[in-house]
């Protein structure tokens, strides 16, 4: 076999593999959106069958035996290439699912099944002793997953390398070191605004129905295609790309809070408008995937926070906040409104952080997943270990473990590792927006966005990050569209510029 015909058939499988999986992904988004309860034995028969059949599939030797094929042929000798490109993450991918031993596969799913429903008692119950002997298992398992993957200084780098294949314990413990010490001040600045924003003015009456359209009528100005789309609604928010043609998001509203759908719903939009992007051609190999969890997290901060968040944006939709929830607003000045979005307060809930608090709360996690996993943390220390160090990140005593080491899943499922890819996220969206505002024109887009008009700005992420696919690892990809490497400067300036304004209506 030639290694072109190997490549072919590489190709043909992978897109095969692509259409599988797709189809658990319909499954996976009816099961949380209108799957009736008593569907839930069978879909969970259903989702095992077919990862059971990708996993085999993937994991044929035969794929082993093509990939030789091609590797170090004249298929692959141009690096940027479309068949480099796919090569090299096959073979990534290859590795990493056959250097697990089945046993401990199937130990992870069983014991971090258990886990999760483990952490939901726990955390209703306020009760990190029931969850910790299946903590200890997930970190003992996770130890066990690095080891067989191998790695390079750290255990914790096999992790990574499933989110954000490529970044290092090294690279992650620089950037939050910079970030954490640029920020602690700048979030004390905030505090010391001599008026506190008024946010009790997004907590009025927001009727349901209203909220929905006025959600949607922003996911469609800044790009999202309702004829390949659907928003519906679920207690966990999330977007889910099939493939070509059909990417759907979802969102939870609330009728005494505005931000909670609204913001939710410009997130979403934001990975949804990158699913939509990225090469329909190349769909099922990797030049048809999003090139990281960090860099897929960029595009909906991007959306949520650079954008949704900045005065431009509200210049244009304010007026018609107004026309919609004439009782909630009709009282409210735009400046008002502005303060109450970009209200910035240390709290214990990550989730409902704001843009800056937000990251360190990231950090801290990503100091105890390393502790935890070069076992210089036992997990029996967890709750103790969060709470000094939350005091000291964010001057908050955390009353209860609900509130403070229990209040995510990600541990539960055996997510070590993913966190810090929400920060990179954020990095990457004021790094790619500051590369926007430069090559664009700060002006001339500012304009556009003050007039509702997001087009120049969608088509440049299209043209310089959607369309690769995975033909870059993310810090190639940073500097090609930046000219740096991932930095928290843009982040800060972004922030600081957000306080100046705050100065100004504070
Ligand atoms: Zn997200």
Not at 64 to 73: H, I, P, R, T, Y
Not at 126 to 145: D, G, H, I, M, Y
Not at 421 to 445: D, I, R, W
């Amino acid at each position: 076999m030639t290694a072109a015909d190997a490549y072919a058939e590489l190709v043909r499988r992978s897109k095969e593999l692509g259409v599988l999986n797709s189809c658990a992904a319909v499954l996976g988004w009816d099961q949380q959106t209108y799957m009736p309860a008593k569907g839930a034995g069978l879909r969970g028969e259903q989702m095992a069958f077919l990862a059971a059949l990708s996993h085999q599939k993937f994991t044929d030797p035969k794929i082993g035996e093509l990939l030789a094929a091609v590797e170090g042929s004249d298929a692959v000798a141009n690096p940027e290439a479309d068949a480099a490109a796919n090569v090299r993450e096959w073979r990534r991918a290859y590795d990493r699912a056959t250097k697990l031993p089945e046993a401990l596969v199937a130990e992870l799913a069983r014991v971090t099944t258990q886990a999760q429903q483990a952490w939901e008692q726990a955390k209703k119950a306020n009760q990190f002793a029931t969850f910790r002997p299946l903590l200890e298992r997930v970190v003992e398992l996770k130890r066990q997953e690095a080891d067989a993957v191998g790695f390079k200084e750290h255990r914790y780098n096999a992790l990574i390398e499933e989110y954000e294949p490529g970044t290092t314990v090294a690279d992650l413990k620089a950037l939050f070191a910079g970030l954490t010490k640029q920020l602690v001040p700048l979030i004390q600045k905030f505090a010391d605004l001599p008026k506190k924003p008024d946010r009790s003015v997004l907590e009025r009456e927001y009727a349901v129905d209203r909220q929905r359209l006025f959600a949607e009528s922003a996911a469609v100005a800044i790009g999202y295609d309702f004829a390949a789309g659907r928003l519906d609604t679920t207690s966990h928010p999330f977007c889910s790309g099939f493939g070509p043609g059909d990417c759907r998001i979802t969102t939870r509203y609330n009728p005494r809070s505005f931000s909670d759908a609204f913001f939710g719903v410009l997130h979403e939009t934001g990975h949804a408008v990158y699913e939509q992007n990225l090469p329909a051609e190349h769909f099922g190999t990797p030049l048809g995937v999003a090139c990281s969890f960090g860099v897929h997290e960029s595009q909906s901060r991007l959306w949520e926070n650079q954008v949704g968040r900045g005065r431009p944006f509200w210049d244009h939709f304010f007026p018609r906040l107004r026309q919609a929830f004439p009782a909630a607003v009709g009282d409210v000045s735009p400046d008002t409104f502005y303060a109450a979005i970009n209200d910035v307060r240390p709290s214990l809930i990550r989730v409902e952080a704001d843009e800056a608090t937000y990251n360190l709360h990231i950090a801290l996690r990503f100091e105890l997943e390393l502790a935890l996993l070069s076992g210089d943390l036992a997990v029996v220390d967890l709750p103790d270990a969060w709470n000094t160090r939350f005091t000291a990140l964010f001057g908050l005593t955390v009353p209860d473990d609900t509130r403070g080491c229990l209040q995510d899943i990600h541990w539960a499922f055996g997510g070590i590792g993913y966190f810090p890819t929400y920060t990179l996220g954020n990095l990457y969206a004021a790094q790619f927006m500051a590369a926007a505002k430069t090559q664009l024109g700060a002006e001339s887009l500012e304009g556009d966005i003050r007039r509702g008009e997001f087009g120049r700005l969608k088509e440049w992420l299209v043209k310089n990050i959607h369309r690769h696919g995975q033909r870059f690892r993310a810090a190639e990809l940073c500097r090609r569209v930046t000219g740096s490497s991932l930095v928290p400067e843009p982040f800060v300036a972004h922030l600081n510029e957000k306080y100046t304004a705050l100065q100004a209506v504070c």
